[in-house]
């Protein structure tokens, strides 16, 4: 328990309005990746401001990629310098898999590691993948950080892998463009597909079925890109509209591919009204506005391709099933039990102690909605998707106080007070 606590809300009344939020977390790596990678001057607008991808600009620097406000400046891949000590890649996970991806095809080796939180989270999944493409890879004896890649010439190859993994596939994919010839990457359904958006067009690359990606080797080129808002971020707050009753709140210009809007498609299950309005594209990537407005709610089942589509919003959806009736069921998520914390386990304890239902199960958890939550006090676990899922909890059911409340940071910085600006605007 920590003495660090934050206590948020009630608010009272509906929330209304049309907002913004920070730039998408994992188009946010990519971007300063893909440009990275690329040689010459690319212009990044909107990169997302979380801890996270601060650990990413700052191992790609050390690397020895120029990176000023938005405008990196790289030699290309093939000019990466071996760094002089270990990567700290901080609490991104995405941050350690993908540039292990990327460096498996360089002359050198690195080692990466991370804090207290990345070192305990699963990495020997790396190691097949990319070793089938010629690299060496290794971990900890107990498969977590600290992970050494030792790069070199690689070969093309194909790879199937179990799990709906955008960050094993991206891996395995930055590294076959580093390939002798063409790569196959396959997977279960259900993963973000950013990355095979990103290089499609740029001839890099096409996918063959809905799930098989076909890696043309190849340089990525220098672009300029907009980042679109984070569709996890604008999540917060249009749960928030979803468990208030009078709300109406639009969310303005976030990615809306379809491996991202698992936590609209499960709302609309619930019984809110959910519009989606595609606006425009951004390197492959649909953007538009999102409108939620609260009606009543019933629990649903959330498992199989649903259930990886949502994983990042899964604690939160726990919230706005306990403002629902009846029980929602989630299955198929064994993975969150590998995130920043076992968020299978923090999940159903944040419910519990603000006085709701859950039961924990392997893969997932059951709620049984009451309509509503109580006043309490959240242990985080170090989870910034717990602490925000909390403060959500705490606008209809408050005051929640909540520990470790600025874990939020890793994601998005100015959180509280964009979550209470629905209420003061």
């Excluded at 049984?368 to 309490?376: A, F, H, K, P, R």
């Excluded at 408050?398 to 910085?413: F, H, K, L, M, Q």
Aim: include cysteine; charged fraction near 20%; aromatic fraction near 4%.
């Amino acid at each position: 328990m920590t003495n660090n606590t934050r206590t948020v809300g009630p608010f009272p009344g509906p929330a209304r309005g049309l907002v913004s939020v920070p730039g998408d977390k994992s188009l946010s790596h990519r971007a300063l990746i893909f440009a990275a990678m690329a040689e010459g001057e690319s212009h990044l607008e909107g990169l997302g401001p979380g801890e996270d991808i601060e650990s990413t600009r700052q191992v790609l620097q050390a690397l020895g990629v120029d990176i000023t406000n938005d405008v990196v400046s790289s030699p290309g891949i093939g000019g990466w310098t071996a760094p002089l000590d270990d990567l700290d890649c901080g609490n991104s996970g995405t941050t350690l898999r993908l540039l292990a991806g990327a460096l498996a095809g360089r002359p050198f080796t690195s080692t990466m590691v991370g804090d207290h939180s990345l070192s305990r989270r699963p990495m020997r999944r790396l190691v097949g993948p990319l070793e089938i493409l010629g690299a060496r890879v290794s971990t900890s004896p107990g498969g977590t950080a600290p992970v050494t890649v030792v790069g070199g010439g690689l070969r093309g190859a194909d790879v199937s892998i179990a799990m709906a993994s955008a960050q094993l596939r991206t891996a395995f994919t930055l590294a076959a463009l580093q390939g002798d010839r063409p790569s196959r990457v396959d997977s279960a359904p259900g993963f973000r597909d950013h990355t095979e958006r990103f290089l499609g067009p740029l001839g890099l690359g096409e996918m063959e079925t809905a799930t098989r990606f076909r890696v043309e080797p190849g340089a990525i080129p220098p672009f300029r890109y907009h980042v679109p808002g984070d569709p996890s971020s604008a999540a917060f707050l249009l749960a928030a509209a979803a468990i208030t009753p009078g709300s109406d709140l639009t969310v303005q210009r976030i990615a809306l591919s379809p491996g991202r809007v698992g936590f609209l498609d499960v709302l609309e299950a619930m019984g809110a009204t959910v519009d989606r309005s595609i606006t425009g594209d951004e390197m492959g990537e649909p953007v538009g506005d999102v409108r939620v407005r609260h009606a009543p709610l019933t629990g649903c089942r959330i498992q199989g391709k649903l259930a990886a589509a949502a994983l990042d919003e899964l604690p939160l959806l726990a919230v706005v099933a306990a403002f629902a009736s009846g029980v929602t069921g989630v299955a198929d998520a064994a993975e969150l039990r590998a995130k920043e914390s076992d968020r299978i386990a923090s999940t159903v304890a944040m419910i519990r102690s603000l006085g709701g239902t859950a039961e924990e199960a392997a893969a997932g958890f059951t709620i049984t909605g009451t309509g509503g939550l109580s006043q309490g006090r959240v242990e985080t676990d170090h989870d910034h998707r717990i602490a925000m899922s909390a403060a959500v909890a705490a606008t209809a059911a408050g005051p929640v106080e909540i520990g470790d409340p600025d874990v939020a940071a890793v994601s998005w910085p100015t959180f509280y007070a964009d979550l209470e600006s629905l209420w003061s605007s």
